[in-house]
């Protein structure tokens, strides 16, 4: 056997390995398929949030809720996809659709709360870990906390659409809270491009709410 017939079979030999992979790929393209769905479904449900006129939140949270069942099996799925202690190999396929779901969770909650919705909670509602270890199926702090960062943005927009419903005290809710988690974010050492870039446009997002406040105080429509 020649040299060039051993290097052809080795070489012939990783096809299986690329074969698998390829399989794999194909399998989560076929679940975030899904889970797109149930984002834009969400989108639907909450974006009424946005029309001039008064929020049915206990039916919005069912609603949402039905939905994120059904997202929740979908990463169940996913999780049972993707091999043992390689989910950062495969993590970039559903990052961004974990992003935009941790938005509409923590937009959610504080539409019921008025607080915020912690990581853990968001990890369950996922239904994965809420651990950082690489080896499990979790949910990362960065989609977590670029979520949050969505979620934000969320809000600066729903702040102005309250004004326009004649709703002058939820605007003052928003700008407590946003500024509070500015504050906590101005802790971090981000280092992160994109999460850095999506923490300067909260920037932006605070000064559009401070701007709403301010103007509710000129009208005498703050409550003071």
Not at 15 to 42: H, P, S, W
């Amino acid at each position: 056997m020649t040299s060039f017939e051993t290097g052809a079979e080795l070489f012939a030999s990783f096809e299986g390995y690329f074969a698998k992979d390829r399989e794999v790929r194909q399998q989560i393209r076929d679940v975030i398929t899904e889970l797109e769905l149930c984002n834009r479904q969400l989108n639907c449900n909450i974006d009424v949030i946005h029309l001039p006129k008064a929020i049915d939140v206990p039916s919005l949270e069912r609603s949402c809720g039905e939905i994120m069942g059904r997202a929740r099996e979908h990463f169940a799925t996913l999780k049972g996809v993707v091999p043992q202690e390689q989910f950062y190999k495969y993590h970039d396929f559903w990052k961004t659709i974990t992003q935009s779901l941790v938005a509409k969770m923590s937009l959610l909650h504080f539409l019921s709360h008025y607080s915020l919705l912690d990581k853990e909670a968001a990890s369950n509602l996922l239904g994965v870990s809420a651990s950082d270890d690489p080896k499990e199926f979790h949910l990362p702090l960065e989609d977590y906390l670029v979520g949050l960062l969505f979620m934000c943005s969320d809000l600066a927009r729903f702040a102005v659409n309250r004004v326009t419903a004649k709703d002058y005290t939820t605007p003052l809710k928003i700008a407590a809270f946003v500024k509070e988690l500015e504050s906590g974010f101005r802790l971090l050492n981000l280092k992160n491009d994109f999460l850095r870039k999506r923490y300067d446009t909260l920037k932006y997002d605070v000064k559009k709410i401070e701007e709403v406040v301010y103007d509710l105080t000129l009208r005498g429509l703050n409550g003071s």
